[in-house]
T-cell receptor, first 111, second 115 residues
Framework: QKEVEQNSGPLSVPEGAIASLNCTYS??????FFWYRQYSGKSPELIMF????GDKEDGRFTAQLNKASQYVSLLIRDSQPSDSATYLC???????????FGKGTRLSVIA | DAGVIQSPRHEVTEMGQEVTLRCKPI?????LFWYRQTMMRGLELLIY????????DSGMPEDRFSAKMPNASFSTLKIQPSEPRDSAVYFC?????????????FGQGTRLTVV
């Protein structure tokens, strides 16, 4: 069974700090990795994706992938209260398969 | 494009009643997914379609659940009869196939409450 594991949180960080969100996955053949942000009462929205080992940066967000350790993370620099949300890690085995989601980590940025 | 459109946004129904949830995917997208989200189980895939054909319905919890996609612009998820444990937020999502895969775009969801 394909599993994606995340710490449910809440993860609390002060404004301006770096928030680090982590995700592990069970299927070693997984090829694509996504981070979605979900505000309370809203739908998930994509913020980052990564396919290759290493880091990928987009503004204040950095996704990190280590396929050998089956680990993907999301770093949020200069955290803002508006970043407070649940962050969902999603994994795809191949281009034709649907995303498998973790249960999400709730992030709270304290002003 | 207006994105993935779901209706209704909220549904309250009595146990035993039939419930129909509707979804219009993004135009041109060839994959459509139905997910259910609860606090306990997170976001679970129920069923997905490719070019209107159901590909995998192994996530459908029981025979009370059924889904159809009669054309590329419309899909329904039906629960008959509904039960209180079906209360959840149901999301429809669509995506466009590429060799590397793309993200799924989600609708706003239908919050279903069965009393």
């Amino acid at each position: 069974q394909k599993e994606v594991e995340q710490n449910s949180g809440p993860l609390s960080v002060p404004e301006g700090a770096i928030a680090s969100l982590n995700c592990t996955y069970s299927d070693r053949g997984s090829q694509s990795f996504f981070w979605y942000r979900q505000y309370s009462g809203k739908s998930p929205e994509l913020i980052m994706f990564i396919y290759s080992n290493g880091d990928k940066e987009d503004g204040r967000f950095t996704a990190q992938l280590n396929k050998a350790s089956q680990y993907v993370s999301l770093l949020i620099r200069d955290s803002q209260p508006s970043d407070s949300a649940t962050y969902l890690c999603a994994v795809r085995l191949s281009g034709n398969t649907p995303l498998v989601f973790g249960k999400g980590t709730r992030l709270s940025v304290i002003a | 494009d207006a994105g993935v459109i779901q209706s209704p946004r909220h549904e309250v129904t009595e146990m035993g009643q039939e419930v129909t949830l509707r979804c219009k995917p993004i135009s041109g997208h060839d994959y459509l997914f139905w997910y259910r989200q609860t606090m306990m189980r997170g976001l679970e895939l129920l069923i997905y379609f490719n070019n209107n054909v159901p590909i995998d319905d192994s996530g459908m919890p029981e025979d009370r659940f059924s889904a159809k996609m009669p054309n590329a612009s419309f899909s329904t998820l039906k629960i008959q009869p509904s039960e209180p444990r079906d209360s959840a937020v149901y999301f429809c999502a669509s995506s466009l196939h590429t060799p590397g895969g793309t993200e799924a775009f989600f609708g706003q969801g239908t919050r279903l409450t069965v009393v």
